[in-house]
């Protein structure tokens, strides 16, 4: 089964627990074998491969346990800041993200080529309607 956004919280929980279930027995090891390995408790191992939720760090030792902890790196990407962005941030990194209602505050020639959008005008006191 593919995993994708039309898929349920539970259904992708089952997906992961069936993979890590197959990924274990490839692996020819036992549940207990497993918790052993990877620090957690035999439940956890039994309510992961069931598609039960469980704790990010419980997740993460057991993917170091199954000797799948670098697939993470294809999981979520480090990021990357392309020049432009360094350049008009002067080498800082952001922080957060910009909040539409910025736009409200940008001059026209600092709004120059950005889509129009409703809302996007600034309000000048005439009557719009």
Do not use: C
């Not at 027995?25 to 390995?37: D, I, P, R, S």
């Not at 170091?64 to 800082?92: C, N, V």
Request: charged share 30%; hydrophobic share 35%; net charge positive.
């Amino acid at each position: 089964m593919e995993i994708d956004n039309i898929l349920t919280d539970e259904t992708v929980l089952l997906e992961l627990g069936e993979r890590l279930s197959k990924r274990r027995l490839l692996l020819g090891l036992k549940q207990t074998e497993l918790a052993n390995k990877s620090g957690v408790s035999r439940s956890t191992v039994e309510r992961v491969e069931n598609g039960h939720s469980v704790q990010l760090t419980n997740l993460i030792r057991l993917l170091r346990g199954l000797e799948m902890i670098s697939r993470l790196d294809l999981l979520i990407p480090a990021s990357q800041t392309s020049p432009i962005e360094l350049l008009k941030y002067k080498g800082k990194e952001r922080k957060r993200a910009s909040s539409k209602s910025n736009l409200l505050l940008l001059s026209p020639s600092e709004n120059k080529g950005r889509p129009f959008t409703w809302g996007d005008s600034k309000s000048d006191g005439e009557d719009q309607s």
